[in-house]
C-alpha cells in the first residue's frame, strides 16, 4: 500500500511571474480597453487582496487564466457576431422542455 492517494487534486495553472503585467498590455491593446481594464484592474486588486489575507496564490492565478481565455476567446466571440448569430445548427431549449411535458 502507498501513503499516497489515488488521484492527485488538480492544481492550477501557475502563469510566469510577469504574465499579470504582460496580459495588462495585451487588454490595453485590445479594443475593449475601455470596459475590460478597469474590470481586470478591480478583480486583480481584489485577488491581491485575498491573497495577502489567506496566503495563497490560487485566486491570482485564477484571475490569470480567466482573462487569459477571455482575451484567447475574443476573436472567436466577435466572428460570432459578425455572422449575425447564425443558429440554424441548434435547438431551442424552451422547444425542447415543453416536448418533454
Same mark, same amino acid.
Given at each position: 500500500?502507498?501513503?499516497? /492517494?489515488?488521484?492527485? /487534486?488538480?492544481?492550477?495553472?501557475?502563469?510566469? *511571474? #510577469?504574465? *499579470?503585467?504582460? %496580459?495588462?498590455?495585451? %487588454?490595453?491593446?485590445?479594443?475593449?480597453?475601455? @470596459?475590460?481594464? /478597469?474590470? =481586470?484592474?478591480?478583480?486583480?486588486? @481584489?485577488?491581491?487582496?485575498?491573497?495577502?489575507?489567506? =496566503?495563497?496564490? @490560487?485566486?491570482?492565478?485564477?484571475?490569470?487564466? @480567466?482573462?487569459?481565455?477571455?482575451?484567447?476567446?475574443? *476573436?472567436?466571440?466577435?466572428? =460570432? =457576431?459578425?455572422?449575425?448569430?447564425?443558429?440554424? #445548427?441548434?435547438?431551442?431549449?424552451?422547444? %425542447?422542455?415543453?416536448?418533454?411535458?
Amino acid at each position: 500500500m502507498s501513503a499516497r /492517494p489515488d488521484h492527485a /487534486p488538480v492544481q492550477p495553472y501557475a502563469p510566469a *511571474p #510577469g504574465a *499579470p503585467a504582460e %496580459l495588462l498590455a495585451q %487588454l490595453r491593446a485590445d479594443r475593449r480597453a475601455e @470596459t475590460w481594464v /478597469p474590470a =481586470f484592474e478591480q478583480e486583480w486588486a @481584489t485577488a491581491l487582496e485575498e491573497s495577502r489575507r489567506t =496566503f495563497s496564490l @490560487t485566486t491570482l492565478y485564477e484571475i490569470v487564466n @480567466t482573462w487569459q481565455a477571455r482575451l484567447a476567446s475574443a *476573436p472567436s466571440v466577435d466572428a =460570432f =457576431f459578425a455572422s449575425d448569430r447564425d443558429e440554424t #445548427g441548434f435547438v431551442d431549449l424552451a422547444e %425542447l422542455r415543453s416536448r418533454q411535458r
